[in-house]
């Protein structure tokens, strides 16, 4: 028999598709020019760098000339981030409001701005891994520079109240920024009705070429860049553009987009069974709201076993599958999202996250299910802590 493979990493990454693929490759090519260049090689490139600005701005209701290409989401977190610090800085303002359990790429870089003295609050996520708007509204200050929060998590998948946090933000003239990497292609968007100031966007995500992103930012607010050299992008991100990238993000966004709500139905029940299969696993948690969640996304904690060794043994079964962000696994720490959301150290360490693509099937699940199921049991059966639970000498620390 071949070994079955059933791909439910794709909040890690996807798959390109055919479409991505074949909007890119006129432009390795063919129409291999630089847009920067006067010839008509060159202006064939640009105009095709224009279409697909302007594919993406419609997109998410924004205009060509507030969409800033990137190397990805880390890029455009990183840039809005920054942006934001330095000209709040040049006002005295060196306060900045944001959550426990965004990406690393928003993390790290507030870590870098509080060693240079800014200070940064991390709202609680609450155990659904929602924040509300009224925390945003009671961490504000005289001195808030920016407010970024995320638009869906990574690693829980739930979905933060984008619209009602952007309205506080605008009514207090503080710029809002939402990491919306794993909400482009799954959620609407509309910078204009949501109230968002600036929005970071990554290809890899929705099924185009990995290493091209989006930063949006509003008309009239101030980009710094990050990368100094040309012109390109009205001077705030230096270099030649990856014009295949660009190209096979604008097709696969656009597709995406003109999906979203018939593959997010689908997505949806296929989350569902795997919710309700999961469940019935004794000592199990859904981590993350069980409704505003990402349609693809599920995410549990099984106590009395390892997640690594769940993801091995899964792995040998052909079933792919994560314990959360790609960026902890291979380290010991526990996620820091399943931390913020109140679970303790040794439960976080028995977390699986499956997150479904468009191309999983029905009979996929099924398997999946099957599969969790016996591989937790067979874990569990060879575990010295399970055992003491099950003895009494620990108590069980999940119903
Ligand atoms: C993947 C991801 C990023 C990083 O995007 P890259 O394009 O891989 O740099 C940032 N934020 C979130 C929420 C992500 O899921």
């Not at 074949?22 to 490139?45: C, E, K, R």
């Not at 993406?56 to 000339?65: K, L, Q, R, V, W």
């Amino acid at each position: 028999m071949t070994k079955r493979m059933i791909y439910l990493d794709n909040a890690a990454t996807t798959k390109m598709s055919k479409t991505a693929i074949n909007a890119m490759l006129p432009y390795m090519d063919g129409v291999y020019g630089n847009p920067s260049s006067l010839h008509s090689v060159g202006q064939a490139a640009a105009e095709a760098l224009a279409n697909a600005r302007q594919v993406i701005a419609d997109c998410i209701g924004a205009s060509p000339n507030e969409i800033t290409f990137t190397s990805g989401g880390s890029e455009a977190d990183n840039q809005a981030i920054i942006s934001a610090a330095r000209a709040g800085e040049k006002k005295g303002k060196k306060h900045i409001i944001s959550t426990a359990f965004e990406h690393h790429a928003v993390l790290h870089t507030l870590k870098k701005l509080e060693r240079e003295g800014f200070e940064v609050t991390l709202l609680d996520v609450r155990e659904n891994g929602i924040i509300l708007p009224e925390q945003v509204e009671n961490a504000v200050r005289e001195d808030t520079c920016l407010v970024t929060v995320m638009y869906a998590n990574n690693e829980i998948g739930t979905i933060q109240p984008i619209k009602e946090i952007g309205e506080i933000c605008r009514a207090k003239g503080i710029p809002f920024h939402t990491d919306a990497v794993q909400a482009a292609g799954h959620l609407h968007i509309n910078v204009k009705e949501q109230n968002i100031d600036m929005l970071s966007l990554s290809a890899h995500k929705f099924h185009g070429p990995k290493g091209i992103g989006v930063l949006y930012a509003k008309k009239g607010i101030l980009i710094s860049n990050l990368i100094e050299g040309g012109a390109q992008e009205r001077g705030k991100r230096a270099g030649t553009e990856n014009i295949p990238a660009i190209m096979g993000m604008a097709a696969a966004l656009k597709d995406a987009c003109n999906n979203i709500d018939a593959d997010a139905k689908k997505l949806a029940e296929l989350r569902n069974r795997l919710i309700s299969g999961l469940s019935e696993i004794p000592h199990s948690v859904l981590n993350g709201d069980s409704e505003k969640r990402l349609p693809g996304n599920v995410n549990f904690c099984f106590e009395g076993i390892e997640g690594e060794s769940l993801l091995l043994l899964l792995d040998d079964k052909g079933v792919y599958a994560s314990s959360g962000s790609a960026c902890t696994s291979g380290s010991l720490d526990p996620s820091h999202v399943l931390l913020a959301i109140g679970r303790v150290h040794d439960i976080a360490h028995g977390s699986l996250r499956l997150s479904l693509s468009e191309e999983n099937t029905e009979e996929e699940v099924e398997y999946t299910v099957q599969t969790v199921k016996e591989v937790v049991e067979y874990l569990r059966s060879i575990s010295p802590v399970w055992r003491d639970l099950v003895n009494g000498k620990k108590e069980f620390l999940i119903k």
